[in-house]
T-cell receptor, first 112, second 113 residues
Framework: ELKVEQNPLFLSMQEGKNYTIYCNYS?????LYWYRQDPGKSLESLFVLLSNGAVKQEGRLMASLDTKARLSTLHITAAVHDLSATYFC????????????FGAGTQVVVTP | DGGITQSPKYLFRKEGQNVTLSCEQNLNHDAMYWYRQDPGQGLRLIYY???????QKGDIAEGYSVSREKKESFPLTVTSAQKNPTAFYLC????????????FGEGSWLTVV
């Protein structure tokens, strides 16, 4: 059974500082997704990572994928209040393509 | 505009009732999904369909049923067998072409009264 573990589950950030969220998964996959969710809302796609070594950046967020280590990271540079949300990673396993599994989410709160 | 439409946004169910959540997409995507999210939790897969007239159970399919008679539609029925249905339900579809992207609907809140 595929397990997707995110850590930390809660992250209190100070504005202007850098932080990293980790996503570990237990089976072979080269497709990983990052999402953002605001309270009471649906999920917003942030990044799609489709190969080993993939790195994508958008604004203050950068995501990377290491399929050999089964690890993805979401790096936040110089946090700002607008980044307060819950962030999810999701993995599409190679042996059951299409059966996406989500991590538990990382709740991010950015304070001055 | 292309996208995924879920309805209703809010739904109340009485004990013993079946209710159906609608999900329609005009993105021409082959794969569609239903997820359940409980407060403060991640998403759990209920059912998914990769092609018309075919669907597979996810991790928590008990008490739910689906159909996929048309490419653009993937309704979810929450049956009376689902003992704790109060949750946020999200429908999604996947573009299986280059640069896979998963699109989510706005979600449906189901409450048992």
């Amino acid at each position: 059974e595929l397990k997707v573990e995110q850590n930390p589950l809660f992250l209190s950030m100070q504005e202007g500082k850098n932080y990293t969220i980790y996503c570990n998964y237990s089976t072979t996959s080269d497709r990983l997704y990052w999402y953002r969710q605001d309270p009471g809302k649906s999920l917003e796609s942030l990044f799609v990572l489709l190969s080993n070594g993939a790195v994508k950046q958008e604004g203050r967020l950068m995501a990377s994928l290491d399929t050999k280590a089964r690890l993805s990271t979401l790096h936040i540079t110089a946090a700002v209040h607008d980044l307060s949300a819950t962030y999810f990673c999701a993995v599409d396993p190679t042996d059951s393509w299409g059966k996406l599994q989500f991590g538990a989410g990382t709740q991010v709160v950015v304070t001055p | 505009d292309g996208g995924i439409t879920q309805s209703p946004k809010y739904l109340f169910r009485k004990e013993g009732q079946n209710v159906t959540l609608s999900c329609e997409q005009n993105l021409n995507h082959d794969a569609m999904y239903w997820y359940r999210q409980d407060p403060g939790q991640g998403l759990r897969l209920i059912y998914y369909s990769q092609i018309v007239n075919d669907f597979q159970k996810g991790d928590i399919a008990e008490g739910y049923s689906v159909s996929r008679e048309k490419k653009e539609s993937f309704p979810l029925t929450v049956t009376s067998a689902q003992k704790n249905p109060t949750a946020f339900y999200l429908c999604a579809s996947l573009n299986t072409g280059t640069g896979n992207t998963i699109y989510f609907g706005e979600g449906s809140w189901l409450t048992v009264v």
